[in-house]
């Protein structure tokens, strides 16, 4: 049983690029929340997406946005890049028929560097 | 806004000593609190805590809420090296979706 997965595991990109970030949830899992974690933190919230809408949100500019796909998988997309938007960023996957307060399963995460 | 104070922010204590991680909290609509343990990426998951005073407990691993006053804490006994790692509290706050709070996490270095 495949676990979280993401894509790619590094990146590097310049100043005001745009990246594309992508994730699949653990089998059987529908709802898929993205963190951000900087070097010293721990993990901040971004959004979290559940039936191809962002359900819930962070304190987290527009430049940040997402897609879910029918399949479940998640895309998260960051425009203009900054230099302090260099961070581990995780996905998690949890199911969603709850309502909330399941466990979140994290990913391996992709380590972006933003010079 | 929720807030979440994880301490001590480091620890370094040798092998079998017994450690305690402390977590407080305040969130809106609590529906559960989460521990993970994070050693190089992926956070990986410990315990989810729902109910005050009811240990969960997990090999050498256990650990308790309380509602009341707003805290858990993560005891491991008889530590190894394998224990080295961040280990992160978060709270639920459900109400139809669950972005997670976390806490800045414990650094645990255990020592041969």
């Known amino acids: 049983d495949a676990g979280v997965t993401q894509s790619p595991t590094h990146l590097i990109k310049t100043r005001g690029q745009q990246v594309t970030l992508r994730c699949s949830p653990k089998?059987?899992?529908?709802?898929v929340s993205w963190y951000q974690q900087a070097l010293g933190q721990g993990p901040q919230f971004i959004f979290q997406y559940y039936e191809e809408e962002e359900r819930q949100r962070g304190n987290f500019p527009d430049r940040f946005s997402g897609h879910q796909f029918p399949n479940y998988s998640s895309e998260l997309n960051v425009n203009a890049l900054l230099l302090g938007d260099s961070a581990l960023y995780l996905c998690?996957?949890?199911?969603?028929?709850?309502?909330?307060?399941?466990?979140?399963?994290f990913g391996p995460g992709t380590r972006l560097l933003v010079l | 806004e929720d807030k979440v104070v994880q301490s001590p922010l480091s620890l370094v204590v040798h092998e079998g000593d017994t450690v305690t991680l402390n977590c407080s909290y305040e969130?809106?609509?609590?529906?559960?609190l989460l521990w993970y343990k994070q050693e190089k990426k992926a956070p990986t998951f410990l315990f989810m805590l729902?109910?005050?005073?009811i240990e969960k407990k997990s090999g050498r691993l256990s650990s308790i809420l309380d509602k009341k006053e707003l805290f858990s804490i993560l005891n491991i006994t008889a530590t190894q090296t394998g224990d080295s790692a961040v280990y992160l509290c978060a709270p639920n706050s459900g109400g139809g979706a669950d972005g997670l709070t976390f806490g800045k996490g414990t650094h645990l270095i255990i020592q041969p």
């Open positions: 089998s059987g899992h529908d709802t």
């Open positions: 729902t109910s005050s005073g």
């Open positions: 969130v809106t609509n609590f529906r559960s």
């Open positions: 998690a996957s949890s199911s969603g028929l709850a309502g909330g307060g399941e466990t979140q399963y």
